[in-house]
């Protein structure tokens, strides 16, 4: 996810071999969807609902316990 513009994004994903998909959310609304206080930031979401906000290196148990409740191949 980025809200860098089309012209920049689209030849560094094919530089890349960037395959899997890139969202672009503009004028700084993913930092307003998740709650950037800071970067790097980090969200995990169950669908719609956003269950943690935060910095990825302080996850802890918090980022783990979503992250294992949405595994479904474990």
């Known amino acids: 996810m980025t809200d860098e513009p089309i012209d920049l994004v ?33 969200a995990v979401f169950f669908g719609t609902e956003k269950k943690w906000t935060g910095h990825p290196g302080s996850s802890g148990g918090a980022l783990g316990k979503y992250a294992k409740e949405g595994r479904k191949d474990s």
């Open 10 to 42: 689209a030849p560094w994903m094919e530089d890349n071999n960037v395959t899997h998909p890139v969202v672009i959310l503009p004028d700084g609304a993913l930092e307003k969807v998740i709650g950037v206080t800071g970067f790097p930031t980090s």
